[in-house]
């Protein structure tokens, strides 16, 4: 605040965060597997997915045809 004043900023339109939105699909037996590490975590499962998918890709290997 200033003063007396409120000053609200404009909010980012979706997107211009860095972070991108999709759709997956997955077994339901991984799903059951990440609601699970979420519950004695605390983590979202976004939280964990997107913690999942930076490992892998950092990790991954492709292999020569």
Same mark, same amino acid.
């Given at each position: ?13 979706? !997107?211009? $965060? !860095?972070?991108? +939105? ?9 799903? $059951?597997?990440?609601? $699970?590490?979420?519950?004695? +975590? ?12 930076e490992f892998a890709v950092s990790h991954c290997t492709i292999a020569d045809k």
């Amino acid at each position: 605040m200033s003063g007396n004043s409120l000053v609200i900023h404009p909010k980012r339109p979706k !997107g211009e $965060d !860095g972070y991108r +939105t999709f759709s997956i699909r997955v077994k339901e037996e991984l799903f $059951d597997k990440i609601n $699970d590490i979420a519950a004695q +975590t605390g983590h979202s499962r976004n939280e964990l997915i997107g913690q999942f998918l930076e490992f892998a890709v950092s990790h991954c290997t492709i292999a020569d045809k």
